[in-house]
């Protein structure tokens, strides 16, 4: 079953962070190419991305999509980690108007949603500041 809880645990990216990096050129990819943007090389490692970098951009979300109404205001933004890969998440634990360009922030494991009346717990990746 796709929408099955043991599903969604085994997609490494998702929950332990994993990419993929060339071995014949080293770009790193988040999520995982079957085909390297770079070098068209086919054969990748896994490696696990750093967990730590700072924000490059970020927007605040006034009006938030149905799911994330109570939510809002809350930033999403590009963060570049310690490792040079781009990831784009919410960011949270912090005020999105004392939020800045340059903030040092950390990667972790959060509850991202909860799936209406079925109360299906959907967990993913934010970005906290660090201190």
């Known amino acids: 079953m796709i929408g099955s809880a043991r599903y969604w645990r085994e997609i490494p990216q998702r929950y332990r962070y994993e ?7 080293g770009k790193v990819f988040f999520p995982p190419r079957l085909v390297c943007s770079k070098c068209q090389g086919r ?4 490696t696990v991305l750093a967990k730590t970098g700072t924000v490059e951009t970020f927007t605040v979300i006034r009006v938030a999509p149905s799911g994330f109404g109570d939510e809002a205001p809350y930033a999403v933004g590009i963060v570049k980690l310690d490792d040079g ?6 960011i949270v634990d912090c005020e999105p108007e004392e939020l800045e360009v340059g903030t040092p922030v950390r990667l972790e494991f959060r509850r991202v949603q909860q799936d209406g009346e079925s109360g299906v717990l959907c967990y993913g990746y934010k970005f906290v500041p660090r201190v």
């Open 85 to 90: 890969v781009k990831i784009t998440a919410q």
């Open 19 to 25: 990419a993929s990096k060339c071995t014949s050129c």
């Open 43 to 46: 054969e990748f490692a896994q």
